[in-house]
């Protein structure tokens, strides 16, 4: 009798063990799939070069690139690039670095804001919340205008400073330990005094070339990346998005709360701290490719939300196929909205992405915490 | 040396316990039950009758009480942001396959207490040995794995289902990677069954009522299969119904699987009925110790929950307390 009552409850179990691939993810994912796909043949069609959509999408399937060994370690590796067609080398040497890079970078600040979100279980936390884009901002604006010589190591710099600025939250909010309301509050400090130190530092620029240049990367733009931008982001974007990915459990135990997630045996403040970094490095591989896209981080966690749930094994996968495509999507838009004038993704990001979520906000009685 | 004390408390079983023995402590007790309760202020009560010394003896004889599964030895618990300790006490013990209730009026200090029995606080003095290991010098893991604890308030997103919630309690059993196996599967399975909640398996947190988000929570803690369980106020802003299940189901633990329960309950008559030993605490100190019959009088009440009652200690269900009014002080 109580065997029977025992093999009834754990079937339904067992059948479960994968049951977190559910509908609304494989719909999100294919979607986004087809959003990303369409969106970069629409973004690799113009440019300065005029062909035709025909032509242009010729190029970018012109089984000669396509299925080149040596092109492909021309371009993820910086071999020399072997003999191709104008069209095809327009397309792919020139255009398609540009939506690679909106991949990684969707990729990266999507999870990044997704893991800031369950770190301090405040659905308003974005990868920038923690300082790391006032950082990062501080010394890109740092180089251009007083180290000019150094201007060759940008990425890197910035990625530093983004983290430099994290272990300063860190340290400030560390009394005994952290909570989720003293990090953002450390947060919000540290990112104050890096802003100001930022527009201090514009009085000090010398000609238009550099303050232009500054204000791309601290609005975040994917104008003129190239193969070696792909080359620098792809490495830590993908033991980013794989250590998120294996983390999943543990932010679902931490959004029970820390007395719960301590209660079940878990280090807290260890786990806390090394998911932090996980998010650090993904919010500084796509900073130092293509600056500081505001809101991105901030949204599209969100919107992947509302269709999976908040469980973060869904909530991971859906934001490594959402964030690409929704970037994918907000390049065009940059890139086509005023032509031929290109704006800076930040702004299309910014700009769509604030009302966005004003309209969740004022649609949603609750929100705050996850 | 609190080692050597420690090592004490462990040796000591309830056949040397003998009479003798017993008479023995009684007398360096009464100091130590006097300085357990000493912010109280109350010198001349204390000194009034026999009742004191029996109460003094039998908080020093939770020492002796022997097969003691988690023991607090010279306590003093506080908060980072508390300069003083909150709670300071010599002794407590939770006997072994019973159910210990805590309780006291707020801000006793029972769920401070509770805590650091836990592990979710450090004591600034003293330690607490669970089967006679230090609990600080245990790996977090390990320890989730011999000891649960349902914490006074909790929340989960809304969207999680039961069933997803439930498994979170197999979290000190799996390694980083491992995924779930048969042994997670059957722990969850009987949790469910245990804790009454099959029926809301598919259910979302978020749509639950009070009383049956308490059993699921509950549940989780019984999917961690501890042999010792520390519950914080279960019953509080439940309805009559949720709180009999809840004490239904901690009692069925108790019985059927001997699972050594610590448990703060908020309502005396509710711990009187339910619970094999009380500790009754007052501004921080532990004020008595004792099975339910021997702890629950009216002096309790007049001072340590400040109101007029009587008590029918003869009532079949355990002491029946009938409060009449709220005392001055």
Redesign the interface.
Known sequence: MAGD??RR??T???D??LGWLDGSLATLCLGSLVVAVVAGLVQVSFGAYTMTLVQAWGAVFNPNVLFDLNVWRAFLLGADLPEMNRRSLIVWNIRMPRVVVAVLAGMCLAVSGAIFQAVTRNELASPFILGVSSGAGFTVLLTLVVFSGLSSLLPLLAAVGGTVAFLLVYTIAW??GTSPVRLVLAGVIVNMVFQSLQRALFFFADDLGTVQSALGWITGSLTGVGWVDVRIALPPTLVAVTLAL?GA??L??L???E??A??????VERVRFLLSGVAILAASAAISVAGIVGFFGLVVPHIVRLVV???YRRLLVGCVFAGPALMVLADVGARLALNPVQIPVGVVTGLVGGPYFLYLMRRQDRMG?? | MPDEDAAEVDRERPGDAADTDGRERTTDGAESGGRARAPDGAEERRSDGPDTDERARRVRTAQTRAESKLVGDSLAVGY?STDEPVVECETVVLPEGEITALVGPNGSGKSTLLKAM?N?LSPERGRIVLDGTAIQSMD??????RL????QE???????TV???IY??R??HRG??D??GEAD??A???A??LAGV?DL?DKEMGNLSGGQKQLVWIAMVLA?ETDLLLLDEPTTFLDLHHQLRVMEVVRTLNDEQGVTVGIVLHDIGQAARFADNLVAMKDGGLYDWGPPRDVVTGELLADVFRVDATVDRESPTGPHISPHRALDE
Not at chain 2, 154 to 160: A, E, F, R, V
């Open positions: 009552t025992r409850g754990a339904p179990a067992r479960r063990r009394k005994g294996a459990r543990q679902n135990v959004l029970l709360g007395g719960t301590s209660s079940l045996g878990m280090r749930g908040s469980d915490e996850i | 980072p836990a979710q977090a893991k390990e320890l989730a794995r649960g604890l349902l914490s909790n929340s989960s997103p809304g969207s999680l069933e997803e919630l979170h309690g979290y000190p980083f990677f995924s779930l599967h059957a969850v399975d009987r469910i069954d099959g398996r961690q």
